[in-house]
């Protein structure tokens, strides 16, 4: 089985599919009057190459960095705007029949840095037909930050316990958030209520203006379907076809998304103790040995981290950050299957190969802690996913659905219960006309259940729900041939029957 890369599916703080959302169908949104922003000319640039975003002239064939203006608020395009990074990777054939819009998932996670790399690996036939384009969302990347916290405020969230154990460490990460979400307000109070996925969607569609294009094909990695999803919501005249991989479904209690997920992550660590096991990897001799010695590892880190030595991020490997960092690993198999090394090195209080394993995997720390740091991570969530309160019983429930994950799981789903600013509410209902529409899953997906792109599918007409027995989160262009030849044909020649057999052995 081959390793994810490093790209694919970086972060999924958004909701997770649990929940029927309601089938009753929608129409397109009126449009706002977006004159002065709709068509115009983007300045294109050489992209840098690790100096500046843009750096010398375009030259023919080489990726292509510019800015596109976009308003800060669509429902007055006049009242200010924003800067928006994008990058086109051209056609290696020079003669694109299309445009290929990707994203790499998030939200709070930039495209622009990721872009070239995947499109070198793309298959030929995909490099030659589409120019690949990308753009960092509001407040990422090189489209800018949504300055929430200075520095004693960050080091302060950073010492939480984003895995509490009681009722005082649950009420510390609560009040951390409430300050997080009052500090993004005071200190950018234009922008706060402006970071929702309609608004990214709404961006995008400027993108496709821009290059004077009149349809886009879309590829959405994990949070990236909620996106796709969105666009075709919106926009529906304009997708040619859409691969939404790593299912997100819209509309989702954050209950609802944390048991989801629980169930879902479990099920994954289970398979890693399965190959645990049968390798001989010295944390048990059943699945559920392995299992209770994580679990035991994690309670011992709780009380006493492990010490790290010149590092310029880590000081410490404490619980939470071995259990994000872990959920992290599963996404991707050649991590995922070789943890039980780092975890066996912790437990004798050798931190080397853990810090290893977090440098390799970007460096950004457990990946659904990214609400307790990153404003404008969590200024997407808390937009998107709907207000409602997670019950004592529900943190219960989802703490006893994964013993490893679930106080992690638990504390995140109540992220945004006191945000400072309302929910969007954005409609999450079955699409009216026919999508062409690629929807793909894997059994088991450490993130986002099967069940999210049943129902992602079940809310596009003419969508097909490619099911795959791949082990990690997102699977198209990831080396499996089955999959990637199913997603090339429907790509390149709108092809699903290749889908429709599935990828499931």
């Known amino acids: 089985m081959v390793a994810r890369k490093a790209w694919a599916g970086l972060l999924i ?59 800060t608020d669509f ?37 622009t840095a990721f872009a070239r790399p995947f499109a070198e690996d793309l298959p030929e036939v995909v490099r030659a037909a589409f120019d690949v384009v990308v753009m960092d969302p509001r407040a990422v990347g090189e489209s800018g930050s949504l300055s929430c916290l ?47 996925t309609e608004d990214f969607a709404r961006d995008v569609d400027l993108f496709r203006s821009a290059l004077k294009v009149p349809k886009l094909n879309v590829l959405g990695y994990s949070y990236g379907s909620l996106l796709g999803y969105h666009y075709a919501r919106l926009f529906p005249q304009r997708v040619e076809r859409l691969v939404l991989d790593g299912a997100v479904a819209p509309g989702v209690a954050p209950a609802d998304s944390a048991l989801a997920r629980a169930r879902t992550a479990q099920d994954a660590l289970w398979e890693v103790a399965a190959d645990c096991v049968e390798g001989g990897c010295g944390l048990g001799d059943t699945e559920e040995e392995v299992l209770s010695s994580i679990v035991e590892l994690q309670d011992r880190l709780d009380a006493n981290p492990v ?30 299957y070789e ?15 853990f810090v290893e394993v977090f440098d390799e995997l970007a460096g950004s720390g457990p990946v659904v802690n990214t609400v307790a740091v990153n404003g404008a991570a969590a200024g997407t969530q808390c937009l998107d996913e709907p207000r409602e309160a997670v019950s004592e019983g529900d943190r219960v429930k989802i703490e006893a659905t994964s013993a490893a994950f679930g106080k992690l799981l638990a504390a995140d789903a109540v992220a945004c219960e006191d945000w400072s600013v309302p929910p969007r509410n954005a409609p999450s209902n079955r699409l009216p006309g026919r999508v062409d529409a690629l929807v793909l899953s894997n059994s088991p997906d450490p993130a986002t259940p099967e069940a999210a792109a049943d129902r992602l599918t079940a809310l596009m007409p003419g969508a097909v729900h490619l099911r795959t027995g791949l082990f990690g989160h997102t699977a198209a262009f990831q080396g499996d041939g089955c999959v990637d030849s199913a997603v090339t044909r429907f790509l390149v020649d709108g092809d699903t029957r290749p889908a429709e057999r599935g990828c499931s052995e």
């Open 13 to 71: 703080v958004a909701a997770f599919a649990a929940g029927c959302p309601d089938a009753r169908d929608i129409r397109p949104a009126a449009e706002p009057d977006l004159a002065g922003f709709s068509g115009q000319a983007l300045a294109w640039r050489g992209c840098g190459d690790g100096q500046s975003f843009q750096a010398g002239e375009a030259k023919p064939g080489e990726p292509q960095c510019a800015y596109l203006r976009v308003p």
């Open 75 to 111: 429902a007055d395009p006049q009242k200010g705007e924003q800067q928006l990074a994008v990058l086109r990777v051209p056609a290696s054939s020079g003669k694109a029949s299309g445009v290929l819009f990707v994203n790499p998932g998030g939200p709070g996670e930039p495209a």
């Open 150 to 196: 200075g520095g004693d405020s960050t080091q302060a969230m950073d010492a939480l316990d984003l895995a509490p154990d009681t009722d005082e460490e649950r009420q510390a990460l609560r009040a951390a958030r409430r300050q997080l979400g009052q500090s993004c307000a005071q200190r950018q109070p234009s922008l706060i209520g402006h970071l929702a």
């Open 307 to 336: 010490p790290v030595e010149s590092h310029d991020v880590l000081a410490e490997v404490d619980e939470d950050l071995l259990t994000g960092t872990m959920l992290r690993a599963l996404y991707h198999p050649g991590y995922a």
């Open 339 to 353: 943890f039980d090394d780092v975890l066996v090195a912790l437990r004798e209080g050798d931190p080397a190969p």
